[in-house]
């Protein structure tokens, strides 16, 4: 390895924005690092497990989050999510229905009561994230809607 | 048994809970706060689900949603921990309504217990031992001159609306009386605009000295040997030891005795703490029954070998206590730590991101924490990082092994009270067992100078 | 006691003696390698002196560097640790010359019992059962015959020179004994040159017992409950646990008096370890005795209280042993599992930097190690990484808490055998108790396919 | 690797805003890291203390070692330092004196033995770095010499 060499990572590295390189030959290890990327992983993430329904839809209601586009309707309590307020009825809303600010537009029954949830926003709605019956925690997305 | 138990709790404590549960074959079901979502608790737990935001009130003491949790994973019981709902008597009444075991005395037994007065009554009619005072506030001057004279000097005269030492005044000798009595009296009612004030005895450097029990539902119940709690600062214990170093074993039997009886005068079910003054002649008095396992738990199973978590959801499960008296038997020392975050000097909180963290380990050691490297402490919760306790032989070699342990704990990025540990550890008095719960106060007002 | 001892070793052995000198007082000196310079002895140690390169032969097999060490720093004695110069009976010796107390038996006892064919000849002669066969080498077939009917078939013909398994046979009946005699003496002979064989019983899914004692040299001795290292792969144990799942009262108390023999006829001092086979019908055999304190010695703790490594410090000094054989109780099972730094398919070591390391905690958990994050496995030593060992009631507890710290445990940036050690604590007849020293060989064998 | 070519990468690593390079020739790795990275932090390093005398010395010689325009003569064994062979003897070597590759520079007594130490290389004394009579480990410097 020669300093030609080296200038010509360094370079790499700017141009990459990356924050670290490390490299092996024999071995063949590699190791690059973006200057954004969050320092160091801590493992013990890796052990646990967890496999509710309820932790694999608080995931995907994450990645919606990067939908910044949508405004999301989120849960404000913890419970069972129903598109109607009764089986014999007809769901509040339907994809691509205009709602607007203060439309009930789903329940979440905790308790054994149905607490009706509201629209916080006008707009469009473009996706139900929970699907009817489904357990839904604190937070989690139920609607994202389109602003009006 | 249960198969599945919800933990309303967070931090150490359901991470303990869940190592339990584990052991048990049962599976768990925690909740978290959105501070949270990254807690050890989450990770270990079978399920977890998001309860609320950082708030407390809104999370971990939110009620609705930590029962719709249970509902909607299925959990057949709750594990309270300690603070949070631990000892919400309404908590418990509404887990049994909505059919879920709550892992803990019945509702009635937590309210009687909450209500200090009550439970004092309720211990003196049942002849465990409680601090000799007027009952209610004092007719005047007379009467509280005549009960002084009865239970003796020295006495304390309170305001019964007061709080943070207005309206108190410590009577030494029968001539100081009068004139504390009318200085107490008047400074009550300026602070407080309620003269009223009662009289206790007061005592001069007690001990806190506490019986762990366990009860089950058909009456069967085992106490344990005491834990030495005497080292707190504010009511915040620091460090606790199992046995005393002033108990032996007659007082040890009385101790028992009494706490039994606590027992029994309140048909407490499952695990539970009695907490005793001891003054410096051995005498102890009743100070109040906490209805919950206890952060300093660790101690008392390191000296006998039992699970007490575990004999927790056993008793909650309907089976009967299988430990019988004579197998608890004291073994050793031990002492725990509990570390915190915070300033080891000013005692402000010190939340933030663990930039390093490494336990101790080796024979003896034991350490409960749900901490690691890159956890944050979030400034929300209580600050406990973790509990390192020690057992061993005597309690010379306890402290010994608790000097070399707090010498390989390495925690970063957080300031905690590691360094006032290692200080205490070397203090001779300390060393010698010869402290109070003024010791801490004494101690760090000591080094200052 | 000594003031100052130097521990001739590294890793998590010599850690392990210097929490037990810090417990009794005893200043520590650490010798390193230029590769351990960041090593937890080293920090953790009173003093340090490297004492040569990488290389364990001119470092902690240096003999001269390492008396010089103790010179210059005033050791008054050397713990060997296990491995290294642990059973160097000139190391022993010199320690001795020198003025300084070597913490183990005496040079001839180290010597004696390095000598395996004398170490069986003395246990023979004191009543200790040792595997049936011939002394020495075979005059003929005959004489072969003859001595298989008298111990039973099966048996085993070994090269005296042998090794890797040529020039061995193993016969099931006397009608194979012929064939199988005069194939192992010509392989024998092809193989090393010399056709001598020799004749021992053969044991079909033997367990490896073994019994941990204490003595001092005023001859008082205690003998602690079995270990069982059964889970080994090539003679390097994996898993251990105490007590025996086979082993009831009798047994033990026969395994202790055969220890006890054993330690008498060889006029021992300091912990040993007495091995033994035990065949499917509970008669057991004499193997050999380690004349040092061993890897598995945590389990004997748990299970016992009692801490092996200050008791070899203690006797070491001159104390009497103050605790008699009515003292040590069984309390509980105890497992441990070595972690190593190797492929938990392949078992290629895989030394190299730990990225991240975060240790299970909780009741019943101790984990013994000198590795931490940012710590080096380096590539000359040993690849162990951390022992995990659990201790609860019964064995079954035992393995649900394994598993439970097993999954917690988490090591990276090096492959280690924990996934290993999670399928093993998954198996039905391990669980169940049921293997042998054949079990591991079988485990993987079957999980290939 | 020479000392242009060290100075060279010093004054790359300035310019490029590195804070870290780790090289190594023949298994070929390399490892470059930017300034503004997180730095992994081993902590039980802060924990432990040593006391001794030969670890201070050591950590000193570590020290030396930075100073490469000096040749580092490095005890071979563990011992007693001396500067002469008794004490009723002149020292072997002062300060400033020019020495010859295989002459005896100094004494480390080990178990009783006198261990004459040899330089091994020509030049000059410029330091002693250690006492008469001080305990040295294996791999100390005992003396800096400017190369003839």
């Known amino acids: 390895m020669d300093l030609k060499e080296l200038k010509e990572l360094i370079s790499l590295m700017d141009d990459a924005k990356l924050s670290e390189i490390e490299l092996e030959e024999d071995g063949r290890r590699i190791r690059l690092k973006k200057a954004s990327a969050e320092p160091i992983v801590i493992a013990p993430i890796a052990a646990g497990q967890n496999e509710t329904v309820a932790n694999t839809a608080s995931q995907a209601a994450a990645s919606e989050k990067n939908n910044a586009l949508h405004h999301q309707v989120t849960s404000p309590i913890v419970g069972t999510f129903y598109t109607a307020a009764s089986p014999n009825t007809d769901p509040y809303i339907a994809l691509g229905d205009l709602v607007k600010k203060g439309q009930v537009i789903c329940i979440v029954e905790a308790m054994k009561l149905m607490n009706e949830i509201e629209s916080d926003i006008d707009g469009r709605i473009v996706k139900t994230c929970v699907e009817d019956g489904a357990a839904v925690e604190y937070g989690e997305a139920l609607f994202l809607i389109e602003p009006a | ?449």
């Open chain 2, 1 to 449: 048994m249960f198969r599945k138990i919800l933990i309303a709790n967070r931090g150490e404590i359901a991470f303990r809970i869940i190592r339990a549960c584990r052991e048990l074959g049962v599976k768990t079901v925690a909740i978290h706060s959105e501070a949270d979502a990254d807690s050890l608790h989450v990770r270990f737990a079978d399920e977890s689900v998001c309860i609320g935001p950082a708030d407390p009130a809104q999370s971990y003491r939110n009620i609705p949603n930590i029962l719709s949790a249970a509902e909607i994973t299925g959990a057949e019981a709750v594990h309270p921990g300690y603070g949070f709902l631990a000892e919400n008597a309404h908590f418990a009444d509404v887990c049994e309504s909505a059919g879920i075991k709550f892992i803990g005395p019945l509702p009635e037994c937590i309210s009687m217990m909450g209500d200090k007065a009550k439970a004092r009554d309720i211990m003196a009619k049942n002849g465990v031992p409680i601090i000799p005072g007027s009952e209610g506030i004092l007719s005047g001057e007379n009467e509280g001159f005549e009960l002084a004279r009865k239970i003796g000097y020295p006495v304390i005269i309170k305001a019964v609306a007061g709080g943070g030492g207005r309206g108190m005044r410590v009577v030494h000798e029968e001539t100081g009386f009068s004139a504390a009595f009318h200085a107490a009296q008047s400074e009550a009612g300026s602070a407080f605009g309620n003269d009223g004030v009662y009289l206790e005895k007061f005592f001069i450097e007690p001990r806190h000295i506490e019986i762990q029990i366990l009860a089950d539902d058909k009456g069967k119940m085992i106490y344990f040997p005491e834990r030495d709690c005497s080292i707190q600062r504010r009511h915040q214990k620091l460090v606790e030891e199992s046995p005393s170093p002033v108990v032996d074993d007659r007082l040890r039997r009385e101790l028992g005795k009494a706490a039994t009886a606590a027992v029994t005068a309140s048909r407490y079910v499952n695990a539970g703490t009695v907490e005793f003054l001891l003054d410096r002649d051995h005498n102890f008095y009743f100070i109040e029954m906490n209805t919950r396992i206890q952060v300093e738990h660790p101690i008392s199973e390191c000296v006998t070998g039992i699970d007490l978590v575990k004999e927790q959801i056993k008793i909650a499960s309907g089976k009967p206590l299988s430990i019988k008296q004579s197998q608890v038997k004291l073994n050793g020392h031990s002492f725990e730590c509990r570390v915190n975050a915070e300033s080891p000097v000013t005692f402000r909180p010190c939340p933030g991101k663990i930039t390093a963290f490494h336990v101790p380990g080796g024979p003896g050691i034991r350490v409960d924490s749900a901490s690691y490297m890159g956890s944050v402490i979030p400034p929300h919760y209580d600050s406990l990082v973790a509990k390192l306790i020690v057992h061993d032989q005597t309690r010379d070699e306890a402290i010994a092994k608790m000097k070399g342990a707090l010498s390989e704990f390495v925690i970063e990025g957080i300031e905690t009270t590691l360094p006032l540990h290692k200080r205490i550890f070397e203090d001779p008095s300390f060393i010698k067992g010869r402290f109070s719960t003024t010791f801490l106060d004494h101690f760090l007002e000591n080094s200052k100078t």
